[in-house]
């Protein structure tokens, strides 16, 4: 088990290990998933594509060029009402 301190505003650091486990590098995005027994889940953010944003790339409203991969997925949550 890792033991955080937290500073007196209220900030924490994290050792490399544990961003390393949780595959977290600089810039990257945390989620906290607060659990009503005072506990948190804590992982990676990972950003997912839309169905609005699949759509506007067909409308040429970015220059984003996309994968197949993207596109089957992208169609895939849309479908799925994920998007």
């Given at each position: ?55 506007g790339l067909l409308a040429g409203r970015t220059r984003k ?9 992208a169609a895939a949550q849309g479908w799925a009402g994920q998007?």
């Amino acid at each position: 088990m890792t033991t955080l301190t937290v500073t007196a505003r209220g900030q924490v650091t994290f050792r490399k290990d544990v961003l390393q486990h949780l595959g977290i590098k600089p810039g990257d995005k945390i989620e906290l998933d607060l659990l009503p027994d005072g506990r948190g889940i804590l992982k990676a953010a990972r950003s997912t594509g839309t169905i609005d944003g699949f759509i506007g790339l067909l409308a040429g409203r970015t220059r984003k060029v996309a994968t197949l991969e993207e596109i089957n997925e992208a169609a895939a949550q849309g479908w799925a009402g994920q998007g």
